[in-house]
């Protein structure tokens, strides 16, 4: 979107609101809660019978879950950037992490602003690639008022933030997702006291592999050999793969409770019932299925690409409990939030909305959520693909051939690859289709390989072998700022 276009958006949007005279504090609040790197199988309400997770279990029979939300590209910055745009990492040339996203993009807050709410930001940004340490400047929050945030930090027991206005850098005190919710909740009691709407984002760090900072209380209720693995996990090639389960569920559990605590004070303050809150997270974690080592994702495979997806809205009454298998990918988030809002869903974004499904989740939707890699970040077995999944299948294109086609209700490990399968001769064909008009819609039908798109955005990467950002570990450490360039 050029700044014209992004600026003349918003100067509508808040000249409608006058003239048709809406009362904004009749709008619900939107409470988005983030986590990294959260699989959809590590929760109890998916049927995970051994990892501790009552309150988001509670939450799911609260709320409308979606069983098939994917990650549009299953790493940290390029998943944020879909979702705070609507837009697709091709796009925008959001393709991969620690990559800045110009402020020429209209953003969630953004247009919740022009609508409004005031807005608010607490934890983990990555999309302003300045430097994982350094401060997100104020002109470079895409319209978060209210700040709590750091860029990317995984040190959950030494979390850095920065507050407001205020240049210093802080640290929260302790485990991160507990202090975040202690502070969350005294915003949430000042809120209270407001008319207006608001916009309250939630980015916690956690369950985000990071060694060994696990709270003892909650590593304790995961003793290694206790643990059970999927069938598509090889013990040999992993021999400690239940020591770095034994620690995620431990971070899973602990964030659970803390969102659970949440929870309990939207409901005391009386703002539950009259608010949109989303649970979700970035991409999932591989833990060693098909060969891949834990710790990792970007991959193809549902263990990296699936994330829990729930959602209440005020009036969800006997759709409250409910699922679907109507598939939902990242830019789709965006205009559902909207819509759900009674905001106005600009042009730009190339999501879906789907608040039809979240009202009505029995309804048999049967699309197709896209999903891609663009560069790989780490060696084999990464490649860059495009993906479709629908309500039942999964079907992955390199750049280069056919790769996978999964039926995922009779094959949930996705162990069985029907590509050699002559009987699914068909099949491929229709998914084929499927794939080239989900691309043909963002104009990405004849998808290329990287090199490509970096030269498309103009992103050059200092001839690096690696066309990748390097991490800043330090504040003030200044490292050269990646954007992609408008096309």
Known sequence: MTTLNRLSYLFILALSLQCLSVIAQDRPNVIFILTDQWRSTALGYAGNKQVKTPNLDRFSRESVNFKNCVSVLPICTPYRAALMTGRYPTTTGMITNDIYLPDRELCMAEIFKAAGYSTAFYGKWHIDGHGRMNNVQPDRRQGFEYWKGSECSHDFNNMPYYENEDPALKYWEGYSPFSMEADIEKYLTERSKEVDPFLLFISLETP???????????????????????????IQKFPKVRDELQEYYAHCTATDEAIGKLLEKLKSLGMYDRSIIVFSADHGEMMGSHSVRPREKQVAWDESVKTPFLIRFPGIDKQAGRSTLTPITTPDVLPTMLSLAGVSIPGAIEGEDLARVVRNPDKKVDRAALFMNVYYNAPSPYFEYRAVKTNKYTYIKSTEKVAFLFDNLSDPLQMNNLIENPASARLIEKMEKTLRRELAKIGDEEFKSHEYYFKKFGMNFNGSKKEQVPYSTSPGQQLPVISPNSN
Do not use: T
């Open 208 to 234: 985000h592999f990071s060694k060994h900072i696990a709270p003892k209380k909650y590593m304790d209720m995961y003793p290694p050999a206790s643990l059970e693995l999927p069938e598509n996990v090889d």
